[in-house]
């Protein structure tokens, strides 16, 4: 969890310096049994696709996927960390992105990846308890705020039924829309992380994943 937490404050920080300069500017989207290997996604084209997850998203034309070696660098690893097993990675590293996604007009992004609850909070963890968790710590941080919805809601993203928790966040004066999304799969809480800035809605954004 608190390698989630300073990997989702140096995104929001990037987020907030870039967007400082662009905003206005618009452009002209559990369950606990493992039904398949864990493993890390693809991306063909346009679509990224986890088999795992059971996630599909396909970026518009101004969105951007990362590299494993700028995924790497976010996660302040390795390139080759991203290389072999995801399951040795995560026993490694507790929090590991599988893909990040940016909007190079509104610098709206979206990560996705997995955090070994073994190794973090603990297996027995509901997605409401990692909600709550999350909002503590977040709590604790004075370079920004960000403020929880009283109650979270169930949605489905490709296959599967995620909690989602919609925040407003105010960082480096810069205020956005935070959605997160969880999943828990055995002792792994898989997540989306949506970072909107300007020019979508949450239901644009869910409307990339199919």
């Given at each position: 969890?608190?390698?989630?937490?300073?990997?989702?404050m140096?995104?929001?920080?990037?987020?907030?310096?870039?967007?400082g300069?662009?905003?206005?500017?618009?452009?002209d989207?559990?369950d606990?049994?493992?039904?398949?290997?864990?493993?890390?996604?693809?991306?063909?084209?346009?679509?990224?696709?986890n088999d795992?997850?059971?996630?599909?998203?396909?970026?518009?034309?101004?969105?951007?996927?990362?590299t494993?070696?700028?995924i790497?660098?976010?996660m302040?690893?390795?390139?080759?960390?991203?290389?072999?097993?995801?399951?040795k990675?995560?026993?490694?590293?507790?929090?590991?992105?599988d893909?990040?996604?940016t909007?190079?007009l509104?610098?709206?992004?979206?990560?996705v990846g997995?955090?070994?609850?073994a190794?973090t909070?603990?297996?027995?963890?509901?997605?409401?308890?990692?909600?709550?968790?999350?909002?503590k710590?977040?709590?604790?941080?004075?370079?920004?705020?960000?403020?929880?919805?009283?109650?979270y809601?169930?949605?489905?993203?490709?296959?599967?039924d995620?909690l989602?928790?919609?925040?407003?966040?105010?960082?480096?004066?810069?205020?956005?829309?935070?959605?997160?999304?969880?999943?828990?799969?055995?002792?792994?809480?898989?997540?989306?992380?949506?970072t909107?800035?300007?020019?979508?809605?949450?239901?644009?954004?869910?409307?990339?994943?199919n």
């Amino acid at each position: 969890m608190k390698k989630l937490i300073s990997l989702l404050m140096a995104t929001l920080m990037i987020t907030a310096l870039f967007a400082g300069c662009s905003l206005g500017k618009d452009p002209d989207n559990g369950d606990t049994e493992i039904k398949k290997e864990l493993s890390r996604g693809t991306i063909e084209g346009t679509v990224y696709k986890n088999d795992f997850t059971g996630i599909q998203f396909t970026r518009p034309d101004s969105w951007v996927y990362s590299t494993d070696e700028e995924i790497a660098y976010a996660m302040s690893l390795g390139a080759e960390f991203l290389e072999g097993d995801l399951k040795k990675a995560l026993e490694n590293s507790p929090t590991v992105y599988d893909m990040l996604v940016t909007d190079t007009l509104t610098r709206t992004n979206i990560n996705v990846g997995f955090e070994n609850l073994a190794k973090t909070l603990s297996t027995n963890i509901t997605e409401e308890q990692y909600f709550e968790a999350m909002k503590k710590q977040l709590d604790n941080v004075t370079s920004m705020t960000v403020s929880f919805p009283d109650k979270y809601d169930t949605v489905k993203l490709g296959d599967n039924d995620y909690l989602r928790a919609v925040c407003n966040v105010s960082a480096m004066g810069v205020n956005m829309q935070q959605v997160y999304y969880v999943r828990k799969v055995d002792k792994y809480m898989s997540f989306v992380i949506v970072t909107i800035v300007s020019g979508y809605t949450v239901e644009d954004i869910e409307a990339m994943f199919n």
